[in-house]
């Protein structure tokens, strides 16, 4: 399914998490690569000097090399100096096209010093590719995909998603269940002739038909806060996959969506397919000299 997995390490839990998903990922036919991103690129920041980076540059590498060396070897590995973990993950996932990248969380955020300031968010939303997120505490108690969820509503980002959750299963003898969330406003369901609680009952049963509509997949149908409801979904599945109508494969995340949500609270690990991650498999996204590609720069 995924070709080239990018893992993102770091000197915490959340590397080691990111490295058990990222197998799972991989299976045995896709190739790993584990970055570790350091402070460098001496043109962006005051105070790096040659020698410096090059200390930081041998760090990264040993801290690389042991980590693929107690993973199994099977990986390269890409040491990355950059003024942010951002733009060095970023940068890394063009360098070796990668179609995945694999990062784990905690209790700081992404990779820990993932979220810091609007460079790190400016070099995450431009990745052209997906972003899976592994839960805290993964490699301890990792379980293979038995169950794959994912979140429908019928929007295209949703119908794409579904599109790889199905491969997943497939590939994997998964089962593949899909839940839609309806979630409306009270005050459109006081509008109209029926009443509110006749105006939800009648949203859910359209959303059970769409949903149930769908071939081979257990359907799920719930009304609520569509972060909340995934999240509790979640804790049934072994992977959930979401779309994400934002510009990059972390805009999202970043900006306090569902997605966020999802990352901060989801037990399970968590795939998040956009607009801007391109099909694995297919040619990379032209970009405007920035990374960035051209819906992102729209």
């Known amino acids: 399914m995924f070709d080239k997995v990018l893992v993102g390490i770091d000197e915490h839990q959340g590397g080691r998490d990111a490295i058990a998903l990222a197998k799972v990922f991989a299976a045995e036919v896709a190739k790993l690569t584990f970055t570790y991103v350091y402070q460098g690129d001496t043109h962006a920041w005051r105070g790096s000097s040659p020698p410096f980076e090059a200390g930081e540059r041998e760090r990264a590498r040993q801290l690389l090399e042991d980590a693929a ?18 733009r060095g993950l970023h940068d890394a996932v063009e360098a070796v096209g990668a179609d995945l990248i694999v990062v784990g969380s905690s209790r700081r955020g992404l990779l ?8 790190t968010r400016a070099a995450l939303n431009g990745a052209p590719c997906a972003v899976a997120i592994a839960p805290a505490g993964y490699a301890q108690r990792s379980a293979g995909m038995k169950t794959i969820g ?11 998603a579904l599109k790889v959750a199905r491969s997943l299963a497939t590939a994997r003898g998964a089962r593949l269940e899909a839940i839609e969330v309806v979630s409306t406003p009270a005050y459109v369901l006081a509008e109209g002739d029926t009443g509110p609680e006749d105006a939800l009952a009648s949203l859910l049963k359209d959303a059970a038909a769409e949903v149930g509509a769908l071939d081979g997949i257990e359907a799920h149908v719930s009304y609520g806060n569509p972060a909340d409801e995934l999240s509790l ?9 979401v779309g994400s109508r934002s510009y990059g494969p972390l805009g999202r995340l970043v900006h306090g969506s569902t997605s966020q949500h999802l990352a ?3 037990r399970c690990p968590l795939l998040v397919l956009t607009r801007a991650a391109r099909p694995a498999g297919t040619a990379s996204t032209p970009t405007d ?5 051209a819906e992102t720069s729209a």
Do not use: I, N, Q
């Open 233 to 241: 979904f979640g804790d049934s599945v072994d992977l959930l996959v």
């Open 69 to 86: 060396r107690d993973a199994g070897g099977a990986a390269d590995v890409l040491p990355r100096g950059a003024p942010s973990v951002g």
């Open 150 to 160: 994912v979140g429908y509503d019928g929007s295209p980002e949703s119908v794409h």
């Open 289 to 293: 000299g920035h990374g960035a590609t």
């Open 112 to 119: 820990g010093r993932v979220f810091v300031g609007d460079d």
């Open 264 to 266: 901060r609270t989801a």
